[in-house]
């Protein structure tokens, strides 16, 4: 026997997740149609809000259900479930009927897969995106629902950009709800010969000195730095300094390039093979 009551499922964490709870816990009630709220945290969530918030610690401000798989929400036909930065695989048998939607942080069909936060600095991107999407079988692979667009600027960061995937995926959230739950959202196929894919292995986060920065270009030690700058997990190296920002020094300074580089206490400028970088140490001079 069904309920009575139709069930919207946030899976997640993170400030996406939280601020979706929070929204939904404000908005539901003005429907007409009544919804039960309930959330699955992803796995190790401490259920306190720590150097991102906690979804669990969420459901407990705002006396919502939490479940701890996605099973064990015994989701039905007319249930409807996002995915806002969950850890775990959703598979289609998992979900009793139920529409479900994940909000990936990229301009899908581009970067599907992992560290959408590094890949897009490490290959020089000046613009990403966030993507809602239908979650089926494959990863990252549904059709698009909501998508947007923002720049990103050369003095991104991974831990800076991951932020900004958080704050303009709560508005695509927010602008998708309603057609959602009214099962009116417009749909449209991924263009699969777009597509591109990075799983787990693809960066290897304990290589990260910077040593062969004379064998690259200014822009690529640039945007291999601040792709490895998130700084609640790991930071870059050089000279066995940990590294907290880095850019191009602008003019010409081929003079200069030929005296190498210069290793202060706080920064350097390193000697690339077409001009200087300059990078700034994290100023507790730790080495971890």
């Known amino acids: ?7 919207l499922a946030v899976c997640g964490k993170g400030a996406i ?3 979706a709870l929070g929204y939904l816990t404000d908005v539901l009630p003005l429907l007409a149609d009544r919804w039960d709220l309930a959330t699955v945290a992803v796995q190790g969530d401490p259920g306190v809000d720590r150097w991102e918030p906690s979804l669990r610690a969420q459901c407990n401000r705002l006396g919502v259900p939490a479940f701890e798989t996605v099973d064990a929400l015994t989701l039905e036909p007319g249930d409807v479930l996002f995915s806002l930065q969950y850890d775990r695989i959703i598979r289609p048998a998992q979900l009793g009927g139920a529409r479900a939607y994940n909000l990936h942080f990229s301009p899908l069909p581009r970067y599907r897969g992992c560290y959408p936060s590094m890949w897009p600095l490490r290959n020089g991107e000046t613009e990403s995106g966030v993507t809602l999407h239908v979650l089926e079988a494959g990863i990252d692979d549904g059709d698009i629902v909501d998508q947007q667009l923002f720049d990103v600027p050369p003095f991104t960061t991974a831990f800076a950009l991951y932020g900004l995937y958080h704050a303009h995926g709560y508005e ?17 196929a991924q263009d699969a010969s777009q597509a591109t894919y990075y799983d787990r292995k693809s ?7 910077i040593v062969d920065w004379r064998a690259m270009t200014a822009s690529q030690c640039v945007d291999l730095i601040r792709s490895l700058v998130f700084d609640p997990f790991q930071l870059p190296r050089v000279a066995g300094r940990r590294v907290v920002a880095a850019e191009r020094v602008a003019g010409d300074w081929s003079d200069a390039l030929r005296g190498g580089d210069r290793i202060g206490s706080h920064s350097a400028l390193l000697a690339c093979k077409d001009g ?9 001079a730790a080495t971890p």
């Open 1 to 7: 026997m069904g309920r009575d009551r139709r069930r």
């Open 17 to 19: 997740a939280c601020n």
């Open 172 to 188: 695509v959230f927010k602008r998708s709800l309603p057609d959602v739950l009214a099962g009116t959202e417009r749909r449209h």
């Open 203 to 209: 960066i290897d986060f304990t290589a990260v000195d």
């Open 276 to 284: 200087l970088v300059r990078v700034r140490f994290k100023e507790d």
